[in-house]
């Protein structure tokens, strides 16, 4: 508590309705995220499917994104709406990415701790 949260990403290089892929420690652990810019928001979650506990990037940083505007897993195509990372289509429909608290703090992102 207190302590500064280290810069995740520029909110500014990350295109509007892009994502990007920045590593941080969660309660002890180094772990890869998503990034995902919507408009002057940012939403982030772990960067583990929930199908096989894989990467969705195809490599770093380079996700998937179907023409609908869902975020694709590169591994075996779990498909995943954006506003609450949920699996809508592909091998684990119904199952959920796992939310990660960031937020935008002088044009960084920054995890937001409580
Ligand atoms: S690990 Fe993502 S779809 Fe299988």
């Given at each position: 508590m207190g302590e500064d949260s280290p810069r995740l990403a520029a909110f500014s290089?990350?295109?509007?309705?892009g994502f990007a892929e920045a590593e941080a420690m969660i309660e002890?652990?180094?772990e890869s995220l998503i990034l995902h810019r919507d408009g002057d928001s940012i939403?982030?979650?772990?960067?583990?499917?929930?199908?096989?506990?894989?990467r969705l990037d195809w490599a770093p940083?380079?996700?998937l994104k179907s023409r609908e505007?869902?975020?694709?897993?590169?591994?075996?195509?779990?498909?995943?709406?954006?506003?609450?990372?949920?699996?809508v289509a592909g091998p684990c429909r119904g199952?959920?990415?796992?939310?990660?608290?960031?937020?935008?703090?002088?044009?960084?992102v920054v995890l937001d701790s409580p």
């Open positions: 290089q990350i295109e509007d309705g002890g652990d180094a939403r982030a979650w772990l960067n583990i499917c929930p199908h096989a506990g894989r940083g380079q996700f505007g869902h975020l694709v897993c590169a591994v075996h195509g779990a498909t995943f709406e954006l506003s609450g990372g949920v699996c199952e959920s990415l796992r939310p990660v608290a960031v937020a935008v703090r002088d044009g960084d």
